[in-house]
């Protein structure tokens, strides 16, 4: 085996971590975080350092697939070159729509924009940026006349202030949390986080704002009243660099906020005192109905204050997804031509003069909602999607893949063979993934690394950039599209954004136009517009930043319904097609919960541990519940990651209005009205089997990885058919009808067993973790086994906290009760937390809670 050591990017979040690969030729990979990468300086969190369970081969896509038929590139492309040309010709270039992702590199993004916009001429290209960050970059554009993000990582190194706005940073950007709390650690940096429920992250702020759903307008507002009150506002640089909505500071007032009155004063006085601040803000602002304008009610408070543009302050705008920043520069919204251009007369001038074409769109295109909406209607005919899967991630998800199902053209490109979305393609094409691919990403402060391939392309998967542009040639416009490599898309790329600065704009690459391949191999990572690009004025025409005029949205009407809020788990990535193939990152949370207070829970008839409905106008799906005191009353949370891959149940995407913002087209993933009902099944299962099983039949079903094989969580009612369920084998079986237990070993090779079924029709059930370690390690009896516990008892680890480590909450516990009483000294004790450091805010919880349980106990 021949060792290479690679430099590249993590393919998950928008910190951008740099990552140090060391790689065999049999895709053994071994992960360490980059010391020298100016995003993380050699940290990473656990989806990260877990990365190399992922690069497996499992379900991926190694073929270019005609419907369920195996083809060869030429048959798949000729096919999708001429569906794309007959639709065109038939009905118009708008009837033809592609929708990108973030997760695409850039120079994928650059080619499939100018395919689109400049060949086919229609300005039908979107992406899950829509989902996830239009609302930033609307406000943005609104307030400084370009999307650019004024910080740098560097500023929350340098605040004394940081708030968290609608960020579960501790699971979402780990670590850039990490770096906040260092600060902490150095600076006593105090750390405020502004989100409904009291997430991991808000447990260790030094203060939480639990405001209601969509209360940040109203918040900021009344907080920048209340600054003009204290006369703290910056009059020269209000002078100077801003633009003043005529009558709106005057009409503000510091009361007119939704939250309680002594924590809003402790938030005040936080504010008053340090100048130093940076709002960080993410989905909890973005994914609203009035996204556009939390965003600028945040920006508006640090104009009128001048915390803008100078070290440690700025409004913040985290991305999501590795490459969702490359995207928007390149031009992957439909509202946005390329390269930061619009759609006047001029910027479209200038793009059809450079990209040399007579077809270029004649206007922005469709948003992501309306996009599916005109492919339910029928007036997109084809659709090319590329890195993102929709039929979970969209809202309103069941009426998506309706939608999907209906269009007689659905182009995937993927790497993975059967997601929810690849299932309705007519053409799935495979794209090569992370390690396979070669390219550049931006991460949220504008840094530009390179990813890079280090391991050999699976079947005959291509990269996504090369897909389009043989698509392109085929269409007959080979000669715009003839790149040799990513390194000659990202030299047009770069030469391309001269054209920004032409009209305004601060993107600027045009010294890269002439990179040599060579040094684009060894690309450092480097920040465009550094640390602080507005430093000689802002994009617009006068120069100067608009405040904005916002006004707190319209509270939902109380009725008799709860506000559903939708998010991420901090082991899980979207959809689940690379995380969920770890076992390690599937311990978190093997299930989708339904978190809800323990007071609405009742109320509702609901059980801690049972299973419930919940159910909107949009669809119905199934929870374990999880009675939550983090959960204010009224509110309800539920995970965005299951899908019917792994699942019949947590279907979140079904549930979500299609409600969007007005001016961004973001829909309001976070505050949906729902209902929510008990399921009470007649029985109740689980199976660990060494292969997946997908039970359709059950009422709840849920598959997760773990060691060694599959675990999967069943519940339903009438009789369970065990058949269907187990695989061939010798069984061994217990039952006991009065109590309606009944447990089945599957003899496998070896003292290995195949599979093991446990049901019960009264609610007792043995452990699930003891039995998933056995099933890794396979030394146990089979009395043991149908016992589901050995013989003579161990020690119960208890639930998993340090997943790098494999350790128990009982042994953070214990380490408490042996005089360990920070994160810290659990760290120096049992090592948990010292490795990734993502179950550092856990850690915590455990000590804060436990030690108080010690000194009740004491009392
Ligand atoms: N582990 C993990 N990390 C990820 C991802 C992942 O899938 N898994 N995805 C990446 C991507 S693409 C994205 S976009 C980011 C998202 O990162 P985050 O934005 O941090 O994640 P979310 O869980 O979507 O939402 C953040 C918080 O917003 C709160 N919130 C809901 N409504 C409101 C409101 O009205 N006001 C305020 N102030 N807060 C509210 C929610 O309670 C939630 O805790 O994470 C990135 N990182
Ligand atoms: N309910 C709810 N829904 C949400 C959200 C929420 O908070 N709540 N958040 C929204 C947000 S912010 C986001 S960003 C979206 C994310 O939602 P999606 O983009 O749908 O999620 P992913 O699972 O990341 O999808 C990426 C797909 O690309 C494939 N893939 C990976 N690498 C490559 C590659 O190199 N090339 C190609 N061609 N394919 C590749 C993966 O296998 C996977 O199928 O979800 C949105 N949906
Ligand atoms: S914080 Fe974690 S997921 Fe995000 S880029 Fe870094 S290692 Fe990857
Ligand atoms: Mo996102």
Redesign the pocket.
Known sequence: MRDTKTKTTC?YCGVGCGIDVESSNKRQVSIEGDRQHPANHGRLCSKGTHLAETVGLEGRLHYPMIGQRTVGWDSALDDVASRMRDTVEQYGPDSVAFYL????LTE?YYVANKLAKGFVGTGNIDT??R??MASAVAAHNRAFGEDVVPCSYADLDEADLVILVGSNTAWCHPVAWQRIEKARERRGTKIIVVDPRRTETAAMADLHIPLPPDGDIALFNALLAEMIDRGRLDGSFLDDHCTLPEGFLDALDPAAHDIDPAVFNELAELVDSNSRMVTLFS?GAN?SVCGTDKGNAIINLHLAMGRIGRPGAGPFSMT??PN?MGGREVGGLANILACHLGFSEAERASVADFWQTSRLCSGPGLKAVDLFRAVHAGKVKFVWI?????A????DAGFVREALARCPNVIV????AD?D??KLAHVRLP????GE?DGTVTNSERCISRQRAFMARPGKARA?WKIVCDVAARLGHGQSFDFESPADVFREYSEMTVLATRHGKLLDLSNQAGITDKAYDRMQPFQWGGARPFEHGFSTASGKANIVAVSPSKARGAGPSLALN???YRDQ??????TGLSARLSAHRPEPLLEIAPADGEAHGLSDGGLAHIETTAGRSAYRVAFNEDQRAGEIFAP?HWTDANSGAGR??LL?HPECDPVSGQPG??NVPAQVAPYNPGWRAFLLSRKPVRPEDAGYWVRSRIDGGWFTELAGDGAINVDKLLPPGERSEVCDFVRGMRRILVAGAGSAPEALLYVTRSGEIPHRDWLVRQFAQTECATTEWLAGRPSSPQPDTGPLVCVCYDIGENAVRQAVDNGAASVAEVGARISAGTNCGSCRPLIARIIQEHSGALREAAV
């Open positions: 393919p992702s973030g997760q695409l994928d899950n940026s989902l996830c989905q994914q999501g997804q969702a590329m890195a993102t899967n929709p979970v991630s969209m809202p490109s993927d790497i993975i997601t979305t690849a794209a090569l993934g992370w691919k996504d939708t998010g991420r990535w979207h959809t689940m097609t690379r965005m979140t995407g979500v993933f976070k």
